[in-house]
């Protein structure tokens, strides 16, 4: 008769990675591996798995996929914690809106009074636009681009076009609706109104999608508007403002999001970055990760592509840096 196994007296840390939109199982390349061998390189006292979460639809409303992410991570706890005396402690990295779905994953268990919700003790995101995307990223060169690509596969350039009549069928009908305002007069940027504005949003994501995964482009409306609807939170400026708020609020979570930038060089006399960065008060929770790429969306696409970003391996080392410094803390509290 064979002995009953002792269960593991370890400490086990899942690392948990998000894509962002339209983003798939490959979004990270080796970046879980090479944070998981650098974690247990300096712990070797603690257990750390990366898991990537399967591809999944970034379409529809944003809450559906933070309650099917939820679903999925219960259930990956729970078998991390088979067979174990140790305590098992989750770090979500997500890329792009991944990071969006973290932190409103992290935001809905702070607001419950669940009995046993997953111990999540950090998120790291990387090149997610937590205050929307730049302004520069929607300019006339990049959108040529985006339709440029589009035109080459089959349905792509109506999904832009569409995109563009339904945003101005929306702008057409709130300016007769609306009277002008202060507050829609500073939401302006480069000419755009706030509508004009998700038009060009809507299509530059789009069209980043199309310039992404040129075999996947379908032809139908309802395929644009439920993707539009995903990433319509990248508008909603107070919105944004109020998750980073909260979420820094919620207590034993280290949080901390790395973006790219691109230096500046005889065409543009300034760093250039996908997101927007966020005001001076919050600014210690971002790091710059420096990126040698034509333009904003490369740079964001490539991120973990040491082939196009040769500053991948620095990313790695400071990444991990900072998980190290967060299971410490963590390790000490539950000792």
């Not at 409303?61 to 005396?85: H, I, S, T």
């Not at 901390?256 to 008060?281: D, G, K, M």
């Not at 210690?284 to 969306?297: N, P, Q, R």
Request: hydrophobic share 35%; with cysteine.
């Amino acid at each position: 008769m064979s002995e009953k196994k002792e269960p593991e007296k370890r400490n086990k840390l899942l690392l948990v990675f998000i894509h962002g939109f339209k983003g798939d199982d490959d979004t990270f390349k080796d970046f879980p591996g090479r944070l998981q061998h650098l974690l247990t390189s300096s712990k070797p006292g603690l257990d750390t798995e990366s898991i990537v979460y399967p591809q999944y639809e970034t379409r529809g409303d944003l809450k559906k996929a933070v309650e099917l992410f939820c679903a999925w991570l219960e259930q990956k706890v729970k078998e991390g914690e088979e067979n174990r005396e140790g305590n098992v402690a989750i770090c979500l990295i997500g890329h792009s809106m991944g990071g969006i779905l973290a932190a409103d994953t992290i935001l809905k268990y702070a607001s419950q009074e669940s009995p046993t919700p997953p111990k999540i003790i950090g998120l790291f995101a990387f090149d997610t636009p937590y205050y929307g995307v730049h302004e520069r990223v929607f300019s006339k060169a990049t959108l040529e681009r985006a339709s440029s690509v589009a035109q080459q596969v089959s349905g792509a350039y109506s999904i832009l076009t569409t995109a563009a009549g339904l945003m101005s069928t929306v702008a057409s009908t709130t300016k007769k609706t609306t009277a002008p305002t202060a507050a829609t007069k500073s939401s302006s940027y480069f000419g755009f109104n706030k509508w004009g504005l998700a038009a060009v949003a809507g299509a530059a994501l789009v069209g980043g999608a199309v310039y992404m995964q040129k075999d996947n482009v379908s032809k139908s409306v309802e395929w644009l508007v439920s993707h539009l609807e995903f990433v319509g939170v990248l508008w909603k400026q107070e919105e944004l403002k109020q998750r980073v708020e909260n979420l820094i609020k919620v207590p034993d979570i280290t949080f901390h999001c790395f973006y790219t930038q691109i230096p500046p060089n005889e065409s543009f006399f300034s760093p250039r970055t996908f997101i927007v960065l966020p005001p001076p008060e919050i600014l210690s929770y971002f790091s710059s990760t420096t990126c040698v790429s034509k333009d904003e969306i490369d740079a964001h696409c490539y991120m973990f592509d040491p082939e196009h970003n040769h500053f991948y391996f620095d990313l790695g080392h400071v990444s991990a840096k900072r998980i190290i410094d967060m299971t410490d803390k963590w390790e000490k509290e539950n000792n």
